[in-house]
């Protein structure tokens, strides 16, 4: 047996630890951070609380609001400039995915030459970066425990995917109480990107026993939990358990990596302007209907693990069933389709050729053609 595995963050998980982040941007050393957020995070008044802690420790801040969904190499870009002419020694970023990913890439650029094009890849990025500080506000992307940051890059059309021991947080600060009251359809759509990330990484190619078990243990939580949370955004145990199954998938993903989900979604979000959760949301079922074929042992076990009454039954039935818990689930949380969003047909082409491309795509557990990815695209729309 052999493996790698790792976690880039040390991690403090708890209700109100973000409070606290003032003194641990001061155990860094730091003086000077530069603070990522998106406008939706100020407008929930979750910034308010970060700038009073870093104030109340001495810490000099310099603040970037300009974080758009999807983040493009065109923003990350211009914020490292800022954040360069400020001095900064520190980072710090809130917000979802793209807030966490955005200051990643910033990060980079801190230490490392410009562009942000250049690393796109594993382990292109050589230079240690300076200390990051991520605290997550959605249970979805996990980005505050994973060694990757997806920029889109606007030149060519695609998905970066950036990835090293110098690309994720130094340190995340997991509050469920940031979490509390997120819209419904936001943390139904987050949700499912959170146990895409389990499911996918439990079925990789790339899959271990420490992934397995981080996933496992992931899918429990997040199965359990997503309706309850979806339904009444005040049920603090429900996002505790929320944010805690999408931080084990984070630390699963982080080194299984992915799958065809993933593959389908980066395009959809490049081409059609789909957030990224949404994305993963449509395409989750389908592709497990697909994969099932290839592991249909692993696809039991995922619905062993979402508490199913699989246990007497063959692998093949299990996975059916399994499968269409997953299909119930997205009903459940009204998951729109892919027609619903605004996505065309005359783009199926385009999409499928892309997803093909994708790193992710070497992982999944069944190969795959272009064919395999039109068909799943029209069961999505």
């Known amino acids: 047996m052999e493996f790698m595995f790792s976690v880039p963050s040390f991690v403090k998980f708890g209700e109100g630890v973000a409070k606290g982040i003032g003194d641990e941007v001061k155990a860094f050393g730091a003086k000077k951070v530069f603070l990522v957020y998106d406008q939706g995070v100020k407008a929930a008044g979750i910034v308010d609380d970060i700038q009073a802690s870093l104030r109340a420790a001495g810490i000099d801040i310099t603040e970037y609001d300009g974080v758009l969904p999807n983040p493009p190499d065109t923003i990350v870009e211009k914020a490292a400039e800022t954040a360069k002419t400020a001095g900064v020694d520190a980072m710090v970023a809130v917000g979802g995915g793209s807030s ?64 090293g021991p110098f690309v994720g947080p130094t340190m995340a600060l997991v509050d469920p109480l940031l979490t509390v009251g997120l819209p419904p359809a936001i943390t139904a759509s987050t949700g499912m990107d959170a146990l895409t990330h389990a499911i996918e990484a439990y079925v990789s190619k790339g899959a271990m026993i420490p992934t397995d078990v981080n996933a496992l243990k992931a899918i429990e939580l997040i199965y359990g939990n997503l309706a309850k949370a979806t339904k009444n955004g005040q049920d603090v145990e429900a996002r505790s358990n929320m944010i805690l199954g999408s931080m084990l998938a984070g630390i699963a993903f982080n080194s299984a990596v992915l799958g065809l989900v993933h593959s389908i979604a980066h395009p959809l979000s490049v081409h059609c302007g789909l957030p990224h959760g949404v994305a993963n949301a449509c395409g989750l079922p389908y592709v497990m209907e697909f994969n099932a074929v290839a592991v249909p042992e692993r696809t039991k076990d995922i ?13 093949e039935e299990a996975a059916a069933i399994t499968v269409q818990a997953i299909k119930d689930l997205s009903v459940e949380l009204e998951i729109p389709k892919l027609g619903k969003l ?15 491309k994708e790193i992710s795509t070497i992982f999944n557990p069944r190969e795959v053609t272009k064919e395999d990815v039109l068909a799943i695209l029209e069961l999505a729309y």
Do not use: H, W
Not at 303 to 315: N, P, Q, R, T
């Open 100 to 163: 966490i990913d955005c200051a990643k890439a910033i990060n980079i650029l801190l230490t490392n030459p410009s562009p942000i094009n250049q690393y796109d890849g594993i382990g292109l990025v050589k230079v240690p970066t300076k200390p990051l500080i991520a605290i997550p506000t959605t249970a979805g992307t996990a980005s505050e425990v994973t060694g990757f940051s997806i920029i889109t890059d606007t030149t060519q059309l695609k998905k970066m995917v950036i990835g």
């Open 342 to 356: 605004g996505v065309k047909k005359e783009q199926f082409d385009r999409l499928a050729e892309d997803a093909l």
């Open 303 to 315: 619905g062993l693990a979402m508490g199913l009454d699989v246990a007497d039954k063959s692998a």
